[in-house]
């Protein structure tokens, strides 16, 4: 059980288009889920925290308008770069804590959502 | 501020040996987590520990919450267990989020 999936599992865009990232919980559900990246042989920065319902919590130095998160149910969650950059390019990580498991006392980690950009 | 720090960033061990990684954190934490990140990036849960002592297989874990540390302890390590260990903590102020450390790059040679 609490098993995260993401999708796509890598992308390679050219410049200035938007990419969509989903992230689900497959067994569980989750009223909040959690967007991280990570630079090559670096550790997980937190982007924002991803509201069901409401509007995402960003970390500081992270642009909503450029990453957009929607929560639209239990188990679903949506990060979108819009107008992507080279600079975007990285390794996108969502995960969720499982409401039944203690809540948020255990996150589940997706497989992550390489991303280039041209 | 508050930080989670690890140590040693790499490791090099020789198939069959022991080896412990260590985290420190600043303040009083509500959870602690080790992870074990694989060559694909695919973050696989350890321990959920945010205090005493816990043991699967050939690793187990021991967090001292009152002296802000706790200790990830592989033995008789295989070269399957190569790949990046993190801690994450959720300090208690800093409500849900999970803070993660700078990892140990652990390599197993056959």
């Known amino acids: 059980g609490a098993v995260v999936s993401q999708h796509p599992s890598r992308v390679i865009c050219k410049s200035g288009t938007s990419v969509k990232i989903e992230c689900r919980s497959l067994?569980?559900?989750?009223?909040?889920m959690f967007w991280y990246r990570q630079f090559p042989k670096k550790s997980l920065m937190l982007m924002a925290t991803s509201n069901e319902g409401s509007k995402a919590t960003y970390e500081q130095g992270v642009e909503k308008d450029k990453f957009l998160i929607n929560h639209a149910s239990l188990t679903l969650s949506t990060l979108t770069v819009t107008s992507a950059h080279p600079e975007d390019s990285s390794f996108y990580i969502c995960?969720?804590?499982?409401?039944?498991?203690?809540?948020?006392?255990?996150?589940?980690f997706g497989p992550g959502t390489r991303l280039l950009v041209l | 501020g508050i930080q989670v720090e690890q140590s040693p960033p790499d490791l090099i061990l020789q198939e069959g040996a022991n080896s412990t990684l260590r985290c420190n954190f600043s303040?009083?934490?509500?959870?602690l987590q080790w992870f074990h990140q694989n060559p694909w990036g695919q973050l696989i849960n350890l321990f959920y520990i945010p205090s005493g002592t816990k043991q699967n297989g050939r690793l187990s874990a021991t967090t001292v919450a009152t002296e802000r540390y706790s200790l990830l302890y592989i033995s008789s390590s295989q070269t399957t267990d190569s790949g990046v260990y993190f801690c994450?903590?959720?300090?208690?102020?800093?409500?849900?989020?999970?803070?993660f450390g700078g990892g140990t790059r652990v390599l197993v040679k056959p």
């Open positions: 067994d569980f559900q989750a009223t909040t």
């Open positions: 995960s969720a804590g499982d409401l039944k498991r203690g809540g948020l006392e255990t996150q589940y």
């Open positions: 994450a903590v959720r300090f208690k102020a800093a409500g849900n989020k999970l803070t």
């Open positions: 303040d009083s934490v509500n959870n």
